[in-house]
């Protein structure tokens, strides 16, 4: 079945450091991908999405771009600051059946010291 | 509209007792979906409704758990005789399309 696999946590990094979070997923068709956030006591936000190859998601400085060839969709940000402090899921929607049912990875965790 | 609304945000309770959450998604939103989340887990996925109809029960749904949506609105999703093993952050996420789902905050059950 579909699965997601990303980087284990934490990561802790300085503010202004650059942020690469890998993820790898398995899907049987043409998968979407998201990256989600879930802030402390929170529920989950999309943060970005795509939905075909080479396909680049973006929001609030964070990219992450939809590699069919290596089946990856890293989360990356340029400078991060302490409010990215947070947990980041890595997810999946497998179209079939004719709705929108999301796999998601273990979550990894972001800290952000000042 | 705010988002998607849960309900209560804790419950505890005692092992064995009966526990009921409540969902309102956003209102023009057809498909609701209940997760489980575990501690350093990412969400499990429990059951997907479209509209009244529940289309799909995942294997983690035992038969001490039952979910409705009533004319297709909110939904509720009801745990019977709970057990330790139960508890975790309950998510109630909806969409419209295939568009990534808004969560609502979770309700956290603790079974003591």
């Known amino acids: 079945g579909d699965s997601v696999t990303q980087m284990e946590g934490p990561v802790t990094l300085s503010e202004e450091a650059f942020l690469t979070i890998n993820c790898t997923y398995t899907?049987?068709?043409?998968?979407?991908l998201f990256w989600y956030v879930q802030y402390p006591g929170e529920g989950l936000q999309l943060l970005l999405k795509?939905?075909?190859?080479?396909d680049k998601g973006s929001n609030k400085g964070f990219e992450a771009t939809y590699r069919k060839e290596t089946t990856s969709f890293h989360l990356e940000k340029g400078s991060v600051q302490v409010s990215d402090s947070a947990v980041y899921f890595c997810?999946?929607?497998?179209?079939?059946?004719?709705?929108?049912?999301?796999?998601f990875g273990t979550g990894t965790k972001l800290q952000v010291i000042p | 509209d705010t988002g998607v609304s849960q309900n209560p945000r804790h419950k505890i309770t005692k092992r064995g007792q009966n526990v009921t959450f409540r969902c309102d998604p956003i209102?023009?939103?057809?498909?609701l979906y209940w997760y489980r989340q575990t501690l350093g887990q990412g969400p499990e996925f429990l059951t997907y409704?479209?509209?009244?109809?529940?289309?799909?029960k995942s294997r983690l749904l035992s038969d001490r758990f039952s979910a409705e949506r009533p004319k297709g609105s909110f939904s509720t999703l009801e745990i019977q005789r709970t057990e330790q093993g139960d508890s975790a952050m309950y998510l109630c996420?909806?969409?419209?399309?295939?568009?990534?789902?808004?969560f609502g905050s979770g309700t956290r059950l603790t079974v003591v």
């Open positions: 795509a939905t075909k190859a080479d």
């Open positions: 209102s023009e939103h057809n498909r």
């Open positions: 409704f479209q509209n009244e109809a529940q289309l799909e």
């Open positions: 997810a999946l929607s497998d179209h079939a059946g004719g709705y929108q049912k999301v796999t």
């Open positions: 899907a049987t068709g043409y998968p979407s």
């Open positions: 996420a909806s969409t419209v399309a295939i568009d990534g789902y808004t």
